[in-house]
Nanobody
Framework: QVQLVESGGGPVQPGGSLRLSCEAS????????IGWFLQAPGKEREGVSF????????????SVKGRFTISRDISRDNYKATVYLQMNNLKPEDTGVYYC????????????????WGQGTQVTVSP
């Protein structure tokens, strides 16, 4: 059974930093993608970043390039992993619930591509 558990959210001032973590387990294959998504208040869920657990290749939404960094720690067999989202120079528009999600395929920034979802963690950026 695939499980995704996020942590690390909280309140932060503009210009500050947070690191989100996503613990992924239960994948029965060693090639999958973990993505991070933001659901801002009153808006649709949108992709922030994603990373291939197998080879570490990653991509970002234009709005976070240069500010956010995604990385991973993997178990020896790739079946468990922790994916981090280091968020620097945070802005009020980064506020919302951050979800991590898992895709056994190629992933991407579209939330519709992902089959498994965590429960989300709230990030609030305000003075």
């Amino acid at each position: 059974q695939v499980q995704l558990v996020e942590s690390g959210g909280g309140p932060v001032q503009p210009g500050g930093s947070l690191r989100l973590s996503c613990e992924a387990s239960g994948f029965t294959y060693n090639y999958y993608v973990i993505g991070w998504f933001l659901q801002a208040p009153g808006k649709e869920r949108e992709g922030v970043s994603f990373i291939s657990i197998n080879d570490g290749s990653a991509d970002y939404a234009d709005s976070v390039k240069g500010r956010f960094t995604i990385s991973r720690d993997i178990s020896r067999d790739n079946y468990k992993a922790t994916v981090y989202l280091q968020m620097n120079n945070l802005k009020p528009e980064d506020t919302g619930v951050y979800y991590c999600a898992g895709d056994p395929g190629w992933g991407g920034l579209g939330p519709w591509k992902y089959e498994y979802w965590g429960q989300g963690t709230q990030v609030t950026v305000s003075p």
